[in-house]
């Protein structure tokens, strides 16, 4: 739970920051050396809109066990994972991660990506415990509860 409510600030606070620097965000994911014109565009709206689905939903629902906002911020993860790798292994000087867009700026370095790759480790805890199966309820005998319904 507290993992859901550290990653929804984190990815809501992203989402804000790129929000506020919209007009900024295709520039700078063109950076990336990957997409041009209106590719970074929609980039930029697709990132902006996961970060807001998983960032709201992790911080309103931090108990829930649904697995779609967990694939929603597994897969922005995994876009901005894949996008500074890409760049950094290229050699490309990126002066503006653009994680929050224009605010908390970093530049492209080893240190952006451990970030990712904490992100990633962390999608894989959320997969893991959303797919884990709740434990078992002791019943009044104190046996396992086998889930059976009995009417008296």
């Given amino acids: ?10 990815y809501t606070a992203m989402a804000i920051g790129q929000l506020a620097s919209f007009g900024h965000m295709p520039g700078i994911l063109a950076a990336y050396g990957l997409v041009d014109g209106a590719g970074t565009t929609a980039l930029a709206v697709a990132l902006i809109a996961g970060e807001l689905v998983a960032g709201v939903w992790f911080l309103a629902r931090p108990r829930s066990k649904a697995l779609a906002p967990v694939w929603v911020y597994t897969g922005v993860s995994v876009v901005w994972t894949v996008l500074a790798v890409q760049a950094y292994a290229r050699g490309l000087a990126v002066d503006n991660c653009g994680c929050f867009g224009l605010y908390l700026t970093q530049k492209l370095s080893w240190f952006v990506l451990l970030q990712d790759a904490l992100t990633l480790l962390y999608a894989g805890i959320l997969i893991r415990s959303a797919r884990r199966p709740p434990a078992p309820l002791p019943s009044d005998e104190g046996e396992e509860a086998r889930g059976d319904v009995r009417i008296p």
């Fill in 1 to 10: 739970m507290v993992l859901r409510i550290v990653l929804g600030t984190v």
